[in-house]
């Protein structure tokens, strides 16, 4: 059934809304685990995820330097977070994750990466081959990478050697857990061209989620592919920046909330944020944190998104539930 259309002024539009999310790992996993629900009761009408294509280690770092693709992992996790929960959607969801054990080569593959890299293969189109990935695992959604070209992720740190000399890391897995201080990321090629069906989906969309996850590793290269930062910027949706529930050991040790805004800024001038997402128990100052998000032309929304454990202690993860009434709250309050 097609969603109800409301009236504002003279303009008709559905109620229901599409929503991009970027990122990758278990950052994106959470994100879209979350919009996926928003779908499953007609809040959203399309989800579309943009995944970070730059992994270098485990299975992907593999398959990826035997066969020249794209490193399949953050694709994969993607796709399994977009299954429903349905018998059928666990069941491939559980599939598409199963790493095999044992002593052989096949050792620390994971069944989904296999799938996908043979479609890959057979089909010699990255997005269709995901299509045809997320029509088997009936995915609420869609997975398109940021870019079809094989990229790695350069970091410039602080504290590496003597003095304050800066040190080139080079790698998603190097930059993810260097001790040192990063103070600037690149990717290498320079440049690369932006996945044009992933370009149009941020062009069309209503709102655009930007994180949580690694911020430097993950969400900010995002912002070092021109075409999709150009569309990021250009977009007229709005755009929900998800903030991370604690600063991640290697690369933003000592930040707070604000630093994470500085750093999409830095790399992206042109952003207009509409809403900052946060979890309100990490907060120290929230009034200096919300002057700080109104700096950028957003609003703070604070909200319980953190799972608990058994004591009742706060994790570093994101709870599925939490985090989709959060954004249910946002998406039908604009």
């Not at 879209?32 to 992907?60: E, F, I, M, P």
């Not at 035997?66 to 977070?81: C, N, T, W």
């Not at 998603?172 to 069906?197: K, M, N």
């Not at 998104?305 to 009742?312: F, N, R, S, W, Y």
Request: glycine fraction near 12%; include cysteine.
């Amino acid at each position: 059934m097609p969603p109800t259309a409301t009236s504002v002024g003279s303009d008709v539009r559905p109620t229901a809304q599409s929503a991009v999310a970027l990122g990758g790992g278990h950052g994106l996993h959470a994100s879209l685990s979350a919009l996926r629900r928003l779908h499953d009761d007609l809040t959203l009408d399309q989800v579309t995820a943009v995944v970070t294509v730059a992994d270098n280690g485990g299975s992907s770092g593999r398959l990826r330097g035997e066969f020249g693709v794209l490193p399949p992992g953050d694709l994969r996790m993607a796709l399994a977070a977009l299954c429903g929960d349905d018998e059928w959607g666990r069941t491939w969801a559980d599939v598409v994750q199963h790493r095999f054990a044992g002593d052989g080569d096949m050792r620390g593959h994971v069944i989904g990466n296999l799938l996908i890299v043979g479609l890959w293969e057979r089909m010699g189109d990255h997005v269709r081959a995901l299509d045809w990935v997320g029509r088997l695992l009936g995915a609420r959604g869609r997975v398109l990478p940021m870019a079809l070209t094989p990229m790695d992720i350069t970091a410039q740190v602080r504290g590496l050697g003597p003095g304050d000399d800066l040190a080139t890391v080079r790698g998603q897995v190097e930059v993810a857990t260097t001790d040192g201080e990063i103070v600037s990321v690149a990717l290498d090629p320079p440049d690369p061209d932006g996945c044009p069906e992933a370009v149009q989906s941020i062009l069309d969309a209503d709102w655009v989620v930007l994180g949580p996850g690694s911020w430097f590793s993950s969400v900010i290269p995002h912002l070092l592919v021109p075409e999709l930062r150009e569309a990021l910027e250009t977009t007229d949706a709005r755009l929900l920046v998800v903030l991370n529930l604690e600063p991640q050991q290697g690369e933003t040790q000592g930040w707070g909330p604000e630093d994470h805004l500085r750093a999409l800024l830095a790399y992206a001038p042109g952003l207009r944020v509409d809403a900052v997402l946060v979890e309100e128990r990490t907060v120290a100052d929230a009034p200096a944190l919300e002057a700080a998000v109104e700096g950028v032309g957003g609003r703070l929304v604070l909200a319980e998104l953190a799972e608990e454990g058994p004591d009742g202690e706060l994790t570093a993860r994101h709870d599925h539930e939490r985090l989709a009434a959060a954004y249910r709250a946002i998406v039908e309050a604009d």
